[in-house]
């Protein structure tokens, strides 16, 4: 079932000369519980294309169906609430507040969702365990070390129960070693629970442990052939 | 996210950056510190003010004097029956103050709401004098006639009263060599007089009570009878085809039918070319001018405060700024715009609440010690006054203001995180 189409989508930064096209036309569909790679250089519009695709940017042209809903119709509250439930973010800097607690961190969405103390913590402590690092939940996040970070990066993603987890370069931070765990534990989220993995990487080994490839170039989609031929 | 949830974080994001918090609290603190102060010495003298004469002043009573002419050109034609002392009494420069004759008094008792007109009689006693001290000069109030006075001890006037009676400020006691309040009361002091013909006597009364000296004019109050006695004295020898003079007269009404009636009167007696001002109008001016002096302090001390509103604005800025990235997370994960916007304005909320809560606290520790220590010492003259007393409203009105000031200082950095587009948040290096 497709839980993202993009048809055409294309998506520009800047006015007049300074006019800058992210993307030209990109086509796209994933399905529930498979696992993408959006693979690029840097500046090849790979990011742009996950940002509009987790609505967190608004497409310029084509069409964005989220499930059966038009992008354009989802809106304010509508759009909030999916962002909030639907879909999870791990980002290449972590992002985790410094001076917070990792419980902290890992429940802020469900914060935002608005769900009561108790609750919170257990689901928080429940994410925290999965990913072992329960016995972390009271230290401040800048005491973690750079796995352990995105280990509770992902436990904030997966808190508030995800269809998709949008991952924008996981590994970029880490050595070879963290990294490899951090890649288990999401393309077991992947596997075991159904959840959507969307990554976005310029690394050819993670690329190709997902189960499909789509390659990004100055906009548009290029594929396999392209790759070979200028290869 | 629930507004408990937005509180909490916001007081914890507060404390974030300590020292940039605690200095903006303090330029907030300096300001809310100084309003609660001024606010209070306001609070406090107007309070004196009102128990030592708003309570006393009698409020039948409306204080009839002749208007001024300073707007006429030029000296007013000569009028026989008009009085004669005009031209010797001092009034505003470049005006003369006009005398009331006895046909003033009967247009004035003629003038509807008006019960009945008693002139104010100015006499000129010589001495006061009692037991064997010695003589000493005796100023008199003619106003305390018609007040009641905040008392050391002793009664009130009895006015008109059958006898002749003295009220003494507490300043006379030593030098009469008289005791405390209570021991004088009831005590007979001679009264010196000169008669027109240059005869000199003396005339007994009663100490009805001893007067607090208060800031408002001094001297002693003597009642009608008094009054009386001293003026036939006064007046013997006089030529009987003397044109007699008064300054002022009270005029008395029925004070049950309202301040409208008052009006009324005050505007029939203006029509007639008269001034007329109840107790509680000369009050007012004077309470005017006090709250004019606390007004101007009071303009510093916000002044003050929109210095340190510029604080927080600068404060809140920076953490924007520094927090660019969590606000694009925040959004990213669904929080809305408005949400940021309450978190960012109950921060800068906060940081007035603590400033102007810290401050007025200060300030009525700090106030009501140098207030207690003012009274014992410089002020101790003035009993009763507490240069500062500090009004649970007004102060709780104080934090409030601050609160507020704070919020509007809040707005231009709330509105810029609120508009964050989180993908340029999570960009931002």
Known sequence: ?231 | MKFTDILTSAISNTFRSKLRTTLTIVAVFIGAFTLTLTSAVGTGVSRYINTQVAAMGATDVIIVSKADDAGAEGPAKYDPAAAKASSSMAGPPGSSMGMLAHSDLDEIAATSGVLHVEPVVLVAPDYIEFADQGKYELALNPNLGITQVDLAGGAQLDNPGNEPQILLPSTYLETLGMGSPDDIVGSTVGIGVTSHAGAQSSIQATVVGVQHETLLSGGSGINQNLTDKIKAIQDTGKPSNAVEGFIVATAYFDEALGTEHAQGIKDSLAAQGYTGQTIQDQLGTFQSVINGIVGVLNAFAVIALIAAGFGIINTLLMSVQERTREIGLMKAMGMGGGKVYALFSLEAIFIGFLGSAIGALAAIGLGSLLSNVLADTVLSDLPGLHIMQFDPGSVALIIAVVMLIAFLAGTLPARRAARQNPIDALRYE
């Open chain 1, 1 to 231: 079932m497709k839980i993202l189409e993009a048809r055409g989508i294309t998506k520009s930064y800047g006015h007049g000369p300074s006019r800058f096209d992210a993307l030209k036309g990109v086509s796209l569909t994933i399905n529930e519980a498979e696992s993408l790679a959006i693979v690029g250089k840097s500046g090849s519009g790979k990011s742009t294309l996950m940002h509009l695709l987790a609505l967190l940017d608004t497409i310029d042209g084509g069409t964005l169906r989220v499930g059966n809903i038009d992008s354009a119709d989802i809106k304010g509250k509508d759009l909030n609430r999916m962002r909030n439930r639907d879909f999870g973010f791990v980002f290449q800097q972590f992002f985790l507040t410094p001076n917070a607690s990792v419980l902290d961190n890992v429940v802020l969405p469900l914060v935002i969702a608005g769900v009561p103390p108790g609750e919170r913590k257990k689901r928080g402590m429940a994410a925290l365990e999965q990913l072992e690092l329960a016995d972390k939940a009271k230290n401040k996040a800048t005491d973690l070390s750079g796995g352990q970070k995105q280990r509770a990066a992902i436990a904030r993603a997966l808190v508030n129960d995800p269809k998709v987890i949008f991952a924008d370069e996981p590994t970029g931070n880490l050595d070879t070693a963290t990294g490899a765990v951090v890649e288990d534990i999401l393309f077991r989220l992947n596997k075991e629970r159904g959840i959507t993995l969307i990554i976005v990487t310029h690394d050819r080994d993670l690329a190709s442990r997902c189960d499909r490839q789509f390659h990004v170039r100055d906009g548009l989609h290029s594929t396999a052939d392209d790759l070979a031929a200028r290869a």
